[in-house]
């Protein structure tokens, strides 16, 4: 029997270790800020932090390892295209911001 996951849960888990890095911002996007998510929706996350590359992969292996069964989907904001940055910063829900 497959054990139910919990989508929030694993959010805030998450958010809480990407946290660990000091971002300037955390922004949920895609069906599950807008609240249409389903049991096979991805979870989508855009990170404001200026890392480097071996960073980058290290951050992404250990949402990987978090997010278990779900599939996580991290975007740089920094390094998005203007169009996509404009829609995740309109419809997406800020988690987390730096004061």
């Known amino acids: 029997m497959k054990k139910h996951i919990n989508p929030q849960k694993r959010i805030e ?23 249409y998510a389903t049991k096979y929706s991805d979870i989508d996350i855009a990170l404001e932090i200026p890392l480097d590359f071996r960073s980058k992969r290290k951050l992404k292996e ?25 829609q995740i910063e309109k419809e997406g829900k800020v988690l987390y911001e730096k004061e």
């Open 62 to 86: 250990e949402v990987d390892r978090l997010s278990g069964l779900l599939s996580v989907d991290i975007v740089f904001f920094n390094e998005a295209d203007k169009n996509f940055k404009k």
């Open 13 to 35: 888990e998450i958010v809480n270790y990407l946290k660990t890095y000091n971002p300037k911002k955390i922004i949920l996007f895609g069906s599950h800020a807008k609240g």
